[in-house]
Structures are given as structure tokens and as C-alpha cells.
């Protein structure tokens, strides 16, 4: 069955630097592969999506993300981190044709002035 | 975007209350989730619905949920007997279909407490 782990349960990065969120994954099957993001008392908003195709994906607000089947990974990257960016981001793995979308256990963003 | 609501925001009830919240799903949309989120952790799949009919859910729904989908625009979930650990976070979701391509978009989430 389809897994997503996120081992870092919270990061802590700078205003204006670089961030990498990291995700693992494993399947049966051509993921789609997502991040979203939670901001305080809100629901989910999805930052981007993977569909098998280019590796590399832009998704809103500067976020891109990159798939790697040889590393199982789909890391969410952003250059220059804004103080906006403070919430919990999750990555998230659905089988092709499948209905169930698994979530991983979410990182906490912490933006430090 | 697309846009899910969820009403009401916030709920609070006394241990052994019966509790109700309901989500109206994108226009269009024939796939409903239902998940529950403690502490802004992970996700806990709840039910499935598909074109209005429930086609997965897990055991602790069967026993002490209620959950329909009378219209496609209009789902309730429900807790038969309220328990402290059913505090927390109950967010809709929908997507256009059920196996393709399409995104699944989030409500904003009713918040319940049990007392």
C-alpha cells in the first residue's frame, strides 16, 4: 500500500532563506504525488501536484518541488522563505486510478525573523 | 479556486451528545472524503463517497458515525455518542472524479470540542 513519510516533524529557517521540506514516499503503481499546506484554523491548500511527466514542478507562492523515483522522494524546495510561509505543510501520494489519497504526518514551518 | 464549505466552524459538546456538521462540495464534484486531524497532525481517512454513495469508511465511522451524502450538493457527517477523543478538526474534501487526474480541494474544517 502507498506510504508518505515526512521525517522532519518541524523546521526552523530564516526569513529569506532557502527551504527544502522533505518527503519520502512509496507505491504500487505511478503515484500522483501533492503537497499542501495548512495555515493556522484553516483547511488544506494545495501548493502543487505531480503528474508522471517532468520531475520538476512549480507550484504556487514560489514553492517547486522535485520527483525522484530513484530516491522515492518528493521534496518541497523554496528559495528565499517569507514570514507568510509559518504553517504546516503536507506531502501526499495517490496510486493512479485509485481513489484514496494518503497524507504524511506533516512539518511544522517555523519562519525566525 | 475551487471552494468546499463546512458549516458550523466550531461545535462544542457534552460527552454523550449527538453532534452533526455538514459540507457542501465543489459544484461538480462527485468524490467526497471526510478526514479527521488532531493537533494540525496527520490526516485520518474517515469515509469515501462516491456519487453520493459511501464506498469505503473506516471501522470506528461504522460504529459510532453517521455519514450521508442525500444530494451532490450537500453531505453531513455525524457522532452518534460524543467522546472526548472526538475532539478535533473534521475536514471535507471533494474532487471532480474518483480515479483521474483531478485535485482534491479542502473546506476550512469544523472544529469540535467534547467536554
Known amino acids: 500500500a502507498q506510504s508518505v513519510t515526512q521525517p522532519d516533524a518541524r523546521v526552523t529557517v530564516s526569513e529569506g532563506a532557502s527551504l527544502q521540506l522533505r518527503c519520502k514516499y512509496s507505491y504500487f503503481g505511478t503515484p500522483y504525488l501533492f503537497w499542501y499546506v495548512q495555515y493556522p484554523r484553516q483547511g488544506l491548500q494545495l501548493l502543487l501536484k505531480y503528474y508522471p511527466g517532468d520531475p520538476v514542478v512549480q507550484g504556487v507562492n514560489g514553492f517547486e518541488a522535485e520527483f525522484s523515483k530513484s530516491n522515492s522522494s518528493f521534496h518541497l524546495r523554496k528559495a528565499s522563505v517569507h514570514w507568510s510561509d509559518w504553517a504546516v505543510y503536507f506531502c501526499?501520494?495517490?496510486?493512479?486510478?485509485?481513489?484514496?489519497?494518503?497524507f504524511g504526518s506533516g512539518t511544522r514551518l517555523l519562519v525566525s525573523p | 479556486d475551487a471552494a468546499v464549505t463546512q458549516k458550523p466552524r466550531y461545535l462544542i459538546k457534552m460527552k454523550g451528545q449527538e453532534a452533526e456538521m455538514k459540507c457542501i462540495p465543489e459544484?461538480?464534484?462527485?468524490?467526497v472524503f471526510w478526514y479527521q486531524q488532531k493537533q494540525s497532525k496527520e490526516l485520518k481517512f474517515l469515509i469515501y463517497f462516491q456519487n453520493q454513495q459511501p464506498l469505503d469508511q473506516i471501522d470506528m465511522v461504522k460504529e459510532r458515525f453517521s455519514a450521508v451524502c442525500p444530494s451532490s450538493s450537500l453531505c453531513s457527517l455525524g457522532i452518534r455518542t460524543c467522546e472526548a477523543e472526538d475532539s478535533a478538526l473534521y475536514l471535507c474534501?471533494?474532487?471532480?472524479?474518483?480515479?483521474?487526474?483531478?485535485?482534491?480541494?479542502f473546506g476550512p474544517g469544523t472544529r469540535l470540542l467534547v467536554l
Open positions: 501526499a501520494v495517490r496510486v493512479t486510478g485509485g481513489y484514496k489519497v494518503v
Open positions: 474534501s471533494s474532487r471532480r472524479d474518483w480515479g483521474g487526474a483531478g485535485t482534491q480541494y
Open positions: 459544484k461538480g464534484h462527485t468524490a
